[in-house]
Protein backbone atom coordinates (compact mmCIF):
# COMPACT_ATOMS: atom_id res chain seq x y z
CA UNK A 1 0.00 0.00 0.00
CA UNK A 2 1.74 3.00 -0.99
CA UNK A 3 2.04 5.78 2.21
CA UNK A 4 3.07 8.88 2.33
CA UNK A 5 4.10 10.07 5.97
CA UNK A 6 4.80 13.86 7.00
CA UNK A 7 4.40 16.40 9.53
CA UNK A 8 1.18 17.46 10.59
CA UNK A 9 -0.40 19.49 12.85
CA UNK A 10 -2.48 17.00 15.24
CA UNK A 11 -5.64 19.51 15.22
CA UNK A 12 -7.48 17.53 12.42
CA UNK A 13 -10.15 15.58 12.22
CA UNK A 14 -8.58 12.46 10.94
CA UNK A 15 -5.91 12.71 13.16
CA UNK A 16 -7.90 13.27 16.52
CA UNK A 17 -10.27 10.37 15.21
CA UNK A 18 -6.38 7.89 15.60
CA UNK A 19 -5.87 9.78 18.91
CA UNK A 20 -9.64 8.32 19.62
CA UNK A 21 -8.58 5.02 19.20
CA UNK A 22 -5.45 4.91 20.70
CA UNK A 23 -7.00 6.25 23.66
CA UNK A 24 -9.87 3.27 23.56
CA UNK A 25 -6.82 0.61 23.34
CA UNK A 26 -4.87 1.87 26.09
CA UNK A 27 -7.44 2.25 28.33
CA UNK A 28 -8.73 -1.12 27.71
CA UNK A 29 -5.53 -2.03 28.47
CA UNK A 30 -4.84 -0.38 31.56
CA UNK A 31 -6.33 2.11 34.41
CA UNK A 32 -6.38 5.39 33.58
CA UNK A 33 -3.73 6.23 36.05
CA UNK A 34 -1.12 4.22 34.27
CA UNK A 35 -1.84 6.12 30.66
CA UNK A 36 0.37 8.68 29.50
CA UNK A 37 -1.48 9.77 26.63
CA UNK A 38 -0.98 12.74 25.36
CA UNK A 39 -3.47 15.57 24.69
CA UNK A 40 -4.02 17.88 21.32
CA UNK A 41 -2.56 20.74 23.66
CA UNK A 42 0.37 18.97 24.57
CA UNK A 43 0.70 17.61 20.94
CA UNK A 44 0.96 21.14 19.66
CA UNK A 45 3.32 22.57 22.22
CA UNK A 46 6.72 23.57 20.64
CA UNK A 47 9.44 20.86 19.88
CA UNK A 48 6.66 18.08 19.56
CA UNK A 49 6.80 16.92 16.00
CA UNK A 50 3.90 14.46 15.17
CA UNK A 51 4.16 12.05 12.07
CA UNK A 52 1.24 11.11 10.26
CA UNK A 53 1.12 7.83 7.98
CA UNK A 54 -1.70 8.60 4.73
CA UNK A 55 -3.12 5.84 2.27
CA UNK A 56 -3.05 6.79 -1.30
CA UNK A 57 -7.17 7.80 -0.33
CA UNK A 58 -5.61 10.87 1.83
CA UNK A 59 -6.59 8.97 4.58
CA UNK A 60 -4.91 9.32 8.26
CA UNK A 61 -3.85 5.64 8.63
CA UNK A 62 -1.07 5.93 11.42
CA UNK A 63 0.34 8.41 13.81
CA UNK A 64 3.20 8.89 16.01
CA UNK A 65 4.57 11.90 17.82
CA UNK A 66 8.36 12.67 19.40
CA UNK A 67 9.12 14.43 22.31
CA UNK A 68 12.00 16.23 23.18
CA UNK A 69 13.74 15.10 26.63
CA UNK A 70 16.74 17.73 25.91
CA UNK A 71 19.26 18.39 23.57
CA UNK A 72 20.00 15.18 22.00
CA UNK A 73 17.37 12.85 22.93
CA UNK A 74 13.40 12.34 22.08
CA UNK A 75 10.51 10.56 23.39
CA UNK A 76 8.49 8.55 20.95
CA UNK A 77 4.62 9.11 21.81
CA UNK A 78 1.80 8.43 20.56
CA UNK A 79 2.75 5.26 18.16
CA UNK A 80 -0.72 3.85 16.96
CA UNK A 81 -1.98 2.10 13.48
CA UNK A 82 -5.64 1.89 12.45
CA UNK A 83 -6.18 -1.42 12.93
CA UNK A 84 -7.34 -2.25 9.16
CA UNK A 85 -4.00 -0.78 8.27
CA UNK A 86 -1.89 -3.31 10.90
CA UNK A 87 0.60 -6.12 9.60
CA UNK A 88 1.57 -3.43 6.18
CA UNK A 89 4.82 -2.44 7.51
CA UNK A 90 3.69 0.83 8.74
CA UNK A 91 4.78 1.68 11.81
CA UNK A 92 8.05 0.47 10.80
CA UNK A 93 7.83 3.09 8.00
CA UNK A 94 6.92 5.43 10.75
CA UNK A 95 9.46 4.74 12.75
CA UNK A 96 12.23 4.53 9.95
CA UNK A 97 11.11 8.15 9.60
CA UNK A 98 11.39 9.57 12.62
CA UNK A 99 14.61 8.00 13.31
CA UNK A 100 16.06 9.41 9.95
CA UNK A 101 14.48 12.49 10.83
CA UNK A 102 15.89 12.61 14.43
CA UNK A 103 19.35 11.66 13.54
CA UNK A 104 19.52 14.61 11.06
CA UNK A 105 18.79 17.29 13.80
CA UNK A 106 21.79 15.56 16.17
CA UNK A 107 18.92 13.64 17.94
CA UNK A 108 21.58 10.85 19.66
CA UNK A 109 18.82 8.48 21.59
CA UNK A 110 15.30 7.26 21.08
CA UNK A 111 13.59 6.70 24.18
CA UNK A 112 9.98 5.22 24.73
CA UNK A 113 7.83 3.44 27.05
CA UNK A 114 5.06 1.14 26.66
CA UNK A 115 2.79 -1.52 28.26
CA UNK A 116 3.59 -4.95 29.59
CA UNK A 117 0.44 -5.83 28.77
CA UNK A 118 0.63 -4.53 24.64
CA UNK A 119 2.60 -7.79 23.57
CA UNK A 120 2.67 -6.75 19.41
CA UNK A 121 4.80 -3.61 20.75
CA UNK A 122 7.62 -5.04 23.23
CA UNK A 123 7.47 -7.45 20.10
CA UNK A 124 8.19 -4.92 17.98
CA UNK A 125 10.40 -2.37 19.25
CA UNK A 126 12.86 -5.48 20.38
CA UNK A 127 12.85 -6.48 16.86
CA UNK A 128 13.67 -3.03 15.46
CA UNK A 129 16.41 -2.87 17.58
CA UNK A 130 15.25 -1.02 21.01
CA UNK A 131 16.78 -2.43 24.23
CA UNK A 132 14.88 -2.57 27.35
CA UNK A 133 15.98 0.55 29.91
CA UNK A 134 15.52 1.46 33.14
CA UNK A 135 12.40 3.26 33.74
CA UNK A 136 12.36 7.14 33.16
CA UNK A 137 10.48 10.01 33.72
CA UNK A 138 7.32 9.72 35.14
CA UNK A 139 7.38 5.78 34.10
CA UNK A 140 9.51 5.08 37.18
CA UNK A 141 7.56 3.02 39.57
CA UNK A 142 4.59 2.16 37.15
CA UNK A 143 4.30 -1.54 37.55
CA UNK A 144 2.81 -1.68 34.00
CA UNK A 145 5.79 0.87 32.06
CA UNK A 146 7.96 -1.06 29.66
CA UNK A 147 11.11 1.14 28.95
CA UNK A 148 13.45 1.06 25.10
CA UNK A 149 15.89 3.03 24.20
CA UNK A 150 17.68 2.95 20.70
CA UNK A 151 20.61 5.41 20.03
CA UNK A 152 21.04 6.59 16.72
Known amino acids: MPVTISIEPPRQSDVRALLRLSSEFTLALYPEENNYLLS???LELP?????????????????AAVVPLDTDTVELKSMFV????????????????????AAGRGIRQLRL?????????????????????PAFG?????????CFAKNL
Do not use: W
Request: proline letters at 3%; charged letters at 25%.
Open 40 to 42: LEQ
Open 138 to 146: PYVGDEFSV
Open 113 to 133: ETGSRHDAALSFYARVGYERT
Open 47 to 63: GVRVYVARADTGDAIGI
Open 82 to 101: RPSARGLGLARQLLNRIETD
